[in-house]
């Protein structure tokens, strides 16, 4: 321990924006390296196979699923309580945990080993909060959480191209293949846990512009969802829709681009690589933007137009005036665009805002918790009340309602938090404990 607080304090004295990219990259690598603990069994097909009249590959997902979303509904106290001087251990400890459990299902006969996907998916709905705290609260946090979010979008596409390539080039049996996908990433995961365990704590610069971050009790917990309860019933509804649809996306990848002809092992990191740039780019591009208000209402501009883009695209695929792989980036598109902010950025602006110490993690595990509690209900409602349907003509009406219920949500959401916030800083002009932001109040204005 001496070791690393002597090399953090070298680091400390790093130039700021060189600090910020090492962090991003390692963010980056670490989330990537945990995607191949999680998704490589996506890569299967897992054909041939039915249990209760619902495809075995069904099960895996659903039962991985489960055990994500009652990680989620764990890690709203656990997350908001997390001592970071343990974000290290508990991240190793806990894929640690879900390799082993993919090593049991590797050994274990089919359907018993259904259960190890839960086993597996538990520990690892916990990393995201734990790796995102290392960034949180900083003046270059929309860089950093932008470069990590990214990592949402290419290593699920980057694991299954993996996964493909040990199933169809080196003739790996289905059941060890996602062990063996982890194996590959296990020394670049102990580096890029090593690479985080370097960043020092916010500088003060950072806690005057960001507010600061500190752990979160239960009573401060309800206060915050009553303070922002209204603004927080639409987030939740919106993220619950793109939380279903990304991980049908993300699950069903290799079924969807099947019913629309297309079986190349390269088409998801192709496609996916492309929509991470773009995200990339556009999420970083919100570092230029310092008051907090403004970023906040870009940002829901980037998730109505998000929803917008998903609706289009699929009118215009339905019409066939597109191509089925533009439509698939497109759509992909659409979808990661209003999805990555809420995983990114959207809390982040929102608390600096309102000024608000708490913590992303905390606001961010109740949203996840829906979301996946949403998605693993609309498998099981798919698979015993459709079970005909496939999951292309799944997924293309499931964006539609995305784009019309997420576009309307997300307009209300921007009209509320744009309320709220003219609402707070009348209430301190009258009491003169700051002083106004004009700009502030033009751009409420405007948008109002």
Known sequence: MKLIDQLRARV????????????????FGLYTSMYAFRKAFAAGTFTGQQYLHIDYKVWLVITQVIGYTFSKFYGIRFIAEVNSKNRARYILTLIGIAWLALLAFAVVPAPY??????????????????????????????????????SLIFASGFVKTVGRTLLTV????????????????VL??????????????????????????????????KQFLMRFLPGIILTIIIYVLLTIMRDVRDNFEVEIWADLGVKSNSIYTNIDSIISVIVLVAMSLLILVKKNLKAFSIIHLLIIGG?????????????????????????????????????????????????????VGFIMYVADSMGYLGSVSILLVKELGRPNISWGNFFKEGVMIVAVVGGICGVLSLLYFLQSAGGSNSKLKSQNSKKNDPETDDLITSLT
């Open 12 to 27: 400390a004295k790093w130039p700021y924006a060189l600090l910020s990219v090492m962090a991003a990259v390692a963010a």
């Open 113 to 150: 080993n259904i259960v190890f996907l839960f086993i597996n998916g538990f520990p690892l709905g916990l990393i995201w909060g734990l790796v995102f705290g290392y960034l949180e609260g900083r003046r270059s946090t929309e860089f950093m959480a932008a470069v990590l979010s990214i």
């Open 170 to 185: 080196f003739h790996v049996n289905e059941y060890h293949m996602p062990f063996l996908t982890g194996a590959i990433f």
């Open 188 to 221: 670049p995961l102990l580096l890029f846990v090593f690479c985080m365990e370097l960043m020092p704590a916010p500088t003060a610069e950072d806690k005057q512009q960001r507010a600061e971050r500190s752990p979160m009790n239960a009573a401060e917990r």
């Open 307 to 359: 929803c917008v883009l998903v609706g289009v695209s699929t009118m215009l695929f339905t019409l066939k005036l597109i191509s089925s792989v533009s439509w698939m980036t497109m759509a992909g598109l659409g979808l990661y665009l209003g999805y990555v902010p809420y995983n990114a950025i959207f809390f982040e602006r929102m608390i600096a805002t309102f000024n608000y110490r708490s913590n």
